[in-house]
């Protein structure tokens, strides 16, 4: 079950590189090679197939704007019209499926449906990997899981004392398990708030306490955006557990991850970690917290693919127990259902 007429992650802006070669990934079950136009940069994207052979056209090469494949040379523009082949005067009247691209917040976004619908609006916003104000560290991996299952996982975060106890449980100087998080939903998205108090702050003194707000969003197809803020004690209490406004925090952090399904087994996860401040002192902890999210989302990964292995064994009638933690989950795959089905109706009406 997969959304088409959305924007889904290809990966980072600086994974395709002007003057080299296109870059073909999986989304969706859609292959789909990117490339940069030679002489400005432009991203283009298109089905990576060739029409000949199906040979991939992300094993080919860039020429100019266009795109060359390797095989026997068939050579097609930005338009996806065929342009020149071997041997023949005038090439033939094929073309090849061209998608919607988009360049935003260090992203290439991807738009896998009906080009017509193609709405950039839908791309929300994130923090991109180039202010210096908020510097920021991104890496990729994959899953042998579906990607629902990581949609769970994000949606929440009580695991965090159990899977990553000793790597963001820590990092976090909270309790995830004994916080309860605000949720609230709206048209393509689900929004987390909590906050945490007499929370222990991360590389401060032993036993400096602080309050800690965490405030995410999870739209859309699977984009997470995460702002933390850690402020002296009393604050939550000071905001009437509300959102803080106007109160400098000790320290503040950011996250962008983007949940990419491949295919229905498959799942691609692109994701940044960054603080707020552009000092020496943050560029070290920077990097000593990216080595602590790489370690975390490993973690992650072999739960989720443990837990992908138990499902594929198990019959889809055996019920599952429901705990409050899975109001946010729970939420987002009623959200996924929903969307597919209206898109499935529009569909089968013709709109």
């Not at 079950?1 to 070669?21: H, T």
Request: net charge negative; aromatic share 10%; proline share 6%.
């Amino acid at each position: 079950m997969f959304l088409r007429n959305c924007w889904y992650v290809f990966g980072w802006s600086r994974d395709v590189v002007a003057g080299g070669k296109p870059v073909g990934r999986v989304i969706i079950g859609q292959p789909i090679a990117v490339w940069r136009s030679d002489a400005d940069g432009r991203l283009h994207a298109a089905e990576d197939r060739c029409p000949h052979r199906h040979a991939p056209l992300s094993a080919g090469q860039v020429e100019g704007e266009a795109i060359r494949c390797l095989y026997h040379g068939m050579k097609f523009g930005t338009d996806g019209r065929c342009l020149h082949v071997p041997l023949l005067e005038t090439a033939p009247d094929i073309s090849i499926r061209i998608y919607p691209v988009v360049e935003k917040d260090s992203w290439i976004w991807i738009w896998t449906g009906d080009a017509d619908k193609a709405d950039e609006s839908l791309i929300p916003d994130a923090f991109g990997l180039d202010n210096p104000d908020e510097p920021m560290q991104a890496n990729s991996i994959e899953y042998d899981a579906n990607y629902q299952l990581i949609h769970d996982n994000l949606c929440d975060l009580s695991h965090v004392d159990f899977v990553h106890e000793s790597t963001l449980r820590l990092a976090s100087g909270a309790w995830w398990a004994q916080s309860k998080p605000r949720i609230t939903t709206r048209d393509r998205a689900i929004r987390f708030e909590r906050w945490f108090v007499n929370a222990d702050l991360p590389g401060g003194q032993s036993g400096e306490k602080v309050d800690t707000w965490i405030a995410y969003d999870f739209v859309v197809p699977g984009i997470f955006i995460m702002r933390g803020a850690r402020y002296p004690e009393g604050t939550a209490a000071r905001c009437g557990m509300q959102e803080p406004v106007g109160i400098e925090p000790h320290t503040r952090n950011i996250e962008q991850q983007a949940v990419t399904p491949i295919d229905e087994a498959r799942t691609a996860y692109h994701f940044a970690t960054g603080l707020i401040g552009n000092t020496p002192e943050l560029t070290q902890k920077l990097a000593q917290r990216m080595g602590v999210v790489i370690a975390a989302f490993a973690e992650d990964r072999t739960m989720i693919e443990a837990q992908q292995r138990i499902w594929n064994r198990t019959d889809p009638s055996v019920e599952k127990y429901f705990l409050p933690q899975d109001k946010g989950p729970h939420l987002m795959r009623k959200l996924m259902e929903r969307l597919v089905r209206e898109e499935r109706e529009a569909a089968s009406q013709g709109a």
